[in-house]
């Protein structure tokens, strides 16, 4: 039984990497906010964890591709907006 499993985790493993190199060559555009008035898909990303973990570093990060290492502690909700035209 070994054998299907180590063959099941390699078809696996060329499944994720053909995947990747399909991600990887999608042609994609970073918009400025509000530039688009449509979109076909719209996601909401809630990020929720432990007190200074980076959770604001990386929503700043996603959003501004700005990285502050020395902050004020976030308290409550924090929103941030980012438009991808694929």
Same mark, same amino acid.
């Given at each position: 039984? =070994?054998?299907?499993?180590?063959?099941s985790?390699?078809?696996?493993?060329?499944? =994720?990497?053909?995947?990747?190199?399909?991600?990887?060559?999608?042609?994609? =555009?970073?918009?400025?906010p509000?530039?688009?008035? &449509?979109?076909d898909?719209?996601?909401?990303?809630?990020?929720?964890?432990? &007190?200074?973990?980076?959770? &604001?570093?990386?929503?700043?990060?996603?959003?501004?591709? =700005?990285?502050?290492?020395?902050?004020?502690?976030?308290?409550?909700?924090?929103f941030?907006?980012?438009?991808?035209?694929?």
């Open positions: 039984m =070994e054998g299907a499993d180590k063959l985790k390699v078809a696996i493993s060329e499944q =994720e990497q053909k995947l990747r190199s399909d991600l990887d060559s999608m042609p994609y =555009e970073i918009l400025p509000r530039t688009s008035a &449509t979109q898909f719209l996601f909401k990303v809630i990020v929720v964890g432990d &007190t200074a973990v980076g959770k &604001t570093a990386l929503q700043r990060r996603q959003t501004s591709n =700005e990285f502050v290492e020395d902050h004020e502690v976030t308290v409550g909700v924090e941030g907006t980012l438009i991808v035209k694929i």
